[in-house]
């Protein structure tokens, strides 16, 4: 069974510039949330997608967007870049079920550095 | 809003000793609870969950009970190992529905010294 993979594993980009990062989830999960994990400090939900549509958003400003695609994977889109969103980005893949018992399964994250 | 408190960091124990990281939650209802570990330079890894009061969940000679009473899912283990070394977060997740996010905690940082 595949893991959470994410592309690529170290970015850097000037202020202003546009960002995309990728995630693959986990092989039969069908739900993708994507996190900003600042240095020092717990990861914060960004959004959610299930069956390719955005599912619930964090407080984070509309130049942060996402797809996901019918295999279920994912991209992170976020333009505009300022310094702060220097971070490494998580994504976590699940099997939303009617219960709500489904465990987040992480990826190992891409770091992005905007200078 | 939901919010998830841990001691702060860092814990530095000799190889043996015994661990605890305190964790105490703020929620509305009856939240699932989670302890996930970061280990140098990785993603975020499931260590162990529960999801009702009074259960305990176990893995890797970790445990934490759900404590309804005092909100609280403190993480121990009896004779932590050099291997130990990691961020420790405590997280939360809303049980009413399928789209609701984790919240974490700020992360325990642990060194275990031999």
């Known amino acids: 069974e595949t893991g959470v993979t994410q592309s690529p594993t170290h970015l850097i980009k000037t202020r202003g510039q546009q960002v995309t990062l990728r995630c693959s989830s986990q092989s039969g999960h069908n739900t993708v949330s994507w996190y900003q994990q600042a240095l020092g400090q717990g990861p914060q939900f960004i959004f959610q997608?299930?069956?390719?549509?955005?599912?619930g958003r964090g407080n984070f400003p509309p130049r942060f967007s996402g797809l996901q695609f019918p295999n279920y994977s994912s991209e992170l889109n976020v333009n505009a870049l300022e310094l702060d969103d220097s971070a490494l980005y998580l994504c976590?893949?699940?099997?939303?079920?009617?219960?709500?018992?489904?465990?987040?399964?992480f990826g190992p994250g891409t770091r992005l550095t905007v200078l | 809003g939901d919010s998830v408190t841990q001691m702060e960091g860092p814990v530095t124990l000799s190889e043996e000793a015994f661990l605890t990281i305190n964790c105490t939650y703020t929620a509305t209802g009856y939240p699932s609870l989670f302890w996930y570990v970061q280990y140098p330079g990785e993603g975020l890894q499931l260590l162990l969950k529960a999801t009702k009061a009074d259960d305990k969940g176990s893995n890797k000679g970790f445990e934490a009970t759900y404590r309804k009473e005092t909100t609280s899912f403190h993480l121990e283990k009896g004779s932590v190992q050099v291997s130990d070394s990691a961020v420790y977060f405590c997280?939360?997740?809303?049980?009413?529905?399928?789209?609701?996010?984790?919240?974490f905690g700020k992360g325990t940082r642990l060194s275990v010294i031999a």
């Open positions: 997608y299930y069956r390719e549509e955005e599912n």
């Open positions: 976590a893949s699940s099997l939303r079920l009617l219960a709500d018992t489904d465990t987040q399964y």
């Open positions: 997280a939360l997740r809303k049980r009413n529905s399928g789209n609701t996010p984790l919240v």
